[in-house]
T-cell receptor, first 114, second 116 residues
């Protein structure tokens, strides 16, 4: 079946450090891949997405590349800020399954200190 | 961009009462809405899929008589927690898929339910 596996947190970094949050998936065909961010006490916001292999999604300094060969969609940022502290969820939308819900990873908590 | 609004954002109720949470798509038509439940420091658990004009499809283990879902229009879905108990306390999040079905979901701000 379809599933998403994220690295377990929490991830604790100092400001301006490099961030990587690993995400791998299991799915048939070519799912769409997403990263969502949840700030404390809020709902989820789409951070970036990629819909086909080798696509790179980017937003607010975050990037993730859809790697079909390694079934991965790792999230990276070159220099994190305190305001990036949040929970990050990797998710997929199954290929050719119109109307189905997203499948989420368990989330990774990022804490950035100044 | 597309906006999904949930109301109320926070609700506290006594055990045994029922609580209704609304989810509205403000600038697009949503043929499908999803209701998730999030436990502290955990991922989102899909509760049910709500299709406009038809009965909701519940995930295994979710009591349909406890969590009533209505999707009467293309812009509104409601979740009613009936006879709420403390174990129903949670963060409930709805999401909506644009009728154009681009694969992207838009999420509401979430509703935190506390049952005393």
């Amino acid at each position: 079946g379809n599933s998403v596996t994220q690295m377990e947190g929490p991830v604790t970094l100092s400001e301006e450090a490099f961030l990587t949050i690993n995400c791998t998936y299991t799915a048939t065909g070519y799912p769409s891949l997403f990263w969502y961010v949840q700030y404390p006490g809020e709902g989820l916001q789409l951070l970036l997405k990629a819909t086909k292999a080798d696509d790179k999604g980017s937003n607010k300094g975050f990037e993730a590349t859809y790697r079909k060969e390694t079934t991965s969609f790792h999230l990276e940022k070159g220099s994190v800020q305190v305001s990036d502290s949040a929970v990050y969820f990797c998710a997929l939308s199954p290929a050719n399954q119109a109307g189905t819900a997203l499948i989420f990873g368990k989330g990774t908590t990022l804490s950035v200190s100044s | 961009g597309a906006v999904v609004s949930q109301h109320p954002s926070r609700v506290i109720c006594k055990s045994g009462t029922s609580v209704k949470i609304e989810c509205r798509s403000l600038d697009f038509q949503a043929t499908t809405m999803f209701w998730y439940r999030q436990f502290p420091k955990q991922s989102l658990m899909l509760m049910a899929t709500s299709n406009e004009g038809s009965k909701a499809t519940y995930e295994q283990g979710v009591e349909k008589d406890k969590f009533l879902i209505n999707h009467a229009s293309l812009t509104l879905s409601t979740l009613t927690v009936t006879s709420a108990h403390p174990e129903d306390s949670s963060f409930y999040i709805c999401s909506a898929r644009n009728a154009l079905n681009t694969g992207e979901l838009f999420f509401g701000e979430g509703s935190r339910l506390t049952v005393l």
